[in-house]
């Protein structure tokens, strides 16, 4: 079972992968999609103010190719991620932890203390591929927040489940999530 979608001026067929019983959501990835990422990153830098934010932040690791061609479509010398783990080259990381849909366990994130820093006293745009719950928009929030950032902004590619209508995000297209049989959920 697939959902075709329209989104950035681009067709794409997305599968649809079971997360519960009743409860399929359409897998849209961005990894080695070159076309689409260039595409989404162009769409979103039109809806989001080049001067309302310092830096951007994202969740490793299916955000990264967004982030990244966002930062070299505007211009943005440096952005962040948070990672799934520590590193040995981050030192006195801080960290928060989050539960994903797609993930289906809790994760942590974290931020170095050379990233924080830099974060420090910034405005900082969230970006994130596709948005549902919410939590890891909450995660990344948290993170800003201990490094002593400020977070103005939240954008994604797509809005579904509990996000669709959301007035503090920015997204391009919403995604539906779906029943066992493939129709709309309602």
Do not use: W
């Not at 992968?17 to 009743?22: P, R, S, T, Y």
């Amino acid at each position: 079972m697939t959902y075709s979608m329209h989104v950035a001026g681009l067709d794409r067929e997305l599968p649809l992968c079971k997360v519960a019983d009743n409860f399929y959501i359409g897998a849209f990835i961005l990894f080695g999609d070159a076309e689409l990422t260039v595409a989404c990153a162009e769409h979103l830098l039109k809806r989001i103010p080049a001067d309302s934010y310092d830096y951007m932040l994202t969740a490793e690791a299916k955000s990264i190719p967004l982030i990244h061609e966002m930062a070299r479509q505007s211009g943005a010398k440096r952005y962040f991620v948070a990672r799934k783990g520590t590193k040995v080259y981050m030192t006195d990381p801080i960290h928060v932890c989050v539960h994903s849909i797609t993930t289906q366990r809790q994760q942590e994130l974290y931020l170095g203390a050379e990233d924080c820093e830099l974060i420090r006293g910034k405005r900082i745009l969230l970006v994130d591929d596709v948005i549902s719950t919410g939590d890891s928009l909450k995660a990344m929030e948290e993170l800003v927040a201990q490094a002593g950032g400020t977070v103005v902004g939240r954008a994604a590619v797509l809005a579904e489940g509990d996000s669709l209508g959301r007035s503090d995000l920015t997204y391009l297209a919403p995604l539906p999530v779906f029943n066992a049989d493939g129709t709309v959920k309602k």
